[in-house]
């Protein structure tokens, strides 16, 4: 290892000239060194890593990402390694404390915020998920990445003893699954192809069910999807493991997207028993009230999701189901039971959070128009 690197960044591309010079711009103030791993690019991608004096390797993709990713692993001299994908974009608020905070670190690997973007173009902050990722991690810990897609660091740890602290003034901009992109990258076709393949095997992970149930859920396959959520969901419980709260995140998902509210309840309880932090958990509960016109029991679950945010990093988390998002249905319940006052007090709420909130701007109009009629 060179004593002379402190970070290297390591990533995998093919085809990625749309992105890649974003990301690589974002993160190259911070890394000494780029290790790039190209699985087969016919387009501009590796003079663009050239560009960045980037050092680019030759792997013949073998439909597993991680071993991909771990054959870039052993060409890193850094002391700590960062890893990206071509389609997101780092965000350091100070670089000089962001690289301080590292040299004093006394763990071996770090979390980094996540910003998920959904929806079509331009990216908003309101249309996405928040997550934590571990992405930066030591060299020389014997640290690699597991699972043929949608692959993983290989850290043993358990809920209980993981380390939640995510660095502070950085962040993570994924544009990955916007609509737009996916639907360039086909990446439904390709991700499903190696999901079946890796599901071959005897002793499969029921991750594998999840991620087949969470494809299915993005082209809007909801039946597919619930089928093999509820597998996922069995085959955790089957090796005596608590299922994640992804799982159950998606669950309900798929149940309100089929509009099967009596299917959710009250199911839902059970989840949040299991996950009371979880603030989408709590959404979701609202929704069904409100669903099932019970608006005072639904209004004390949107107000549940107030008092929890969304800014917890043990959870995927829809932006807003702990701020404007909940505020508005509050306000409908508000409506509902019979106080336009305290709707139109929610619905500011809303808008005060997301001025772009349309739903909450046409029921505060509808509504002072109202008053000022009477």
Known sequence: MNK???LSLCMIVKNEEAWLDNCLQSAGNIADEIIIVDTGSTDGTKEICRKYNACIY?????????????????????KWILWLDADEELEIDD??????????????????????YFGSPPPDPN??????????????????????????????ISSASANYEVIPNARIYHYGYMEHVVEIKEKHKRNLYLLQKEKQG????????YHIASEYYRVKKYIEAF????????RFLEKKTIPPSLLYKLKYDILLAL?????????????????????DLHFYKGLILFEKQKPEEAISAFQQCVKLGDNNPRYLTMTGCGGFRAWYFIGRCSEAMGNPSEAINAYSRAISLYPDCQEASDRLFYLKSITIGQ
């Open 58 to 78: 030759t792997f013949l993709w073998n439909e597993n990402f991680s071993e991909a990713r771990n054959f870039g692993l052993e060409k890193a001299s850094g």
């Open 95 to 116: 670089t000089a404390s962001f690289l301080n905070m590292l040299e004093k670190s006394d763990t071996d690997f770090q979390m980094i915020s996540l910003i998920n």
């Open 4 to 6: 002379n690197i402190f």
């Open 227 to 234: 089928n093999n959520i509820n597998l996922s969901l069995k």
């Open 202 to 209: 005897s002793d499969y992970s029921p991750w594998i069910d």
């Open 127 to 156: 249309k996405s998920y928040l997550f934590s990722s571990y992405r930066l991690f030591r060299n020389n810990r014997g640290i690699r990445f597991t699972g043929s897609i949608h692959e993983h660091l290989d850290i043993q």
């Open 259 to 279: 509009g099967s509210f009596e299917g959710a309840w009250p199911g839902i309880n059970n989840a949040i028993a299991l996950y009371p932090e979880y603030v």
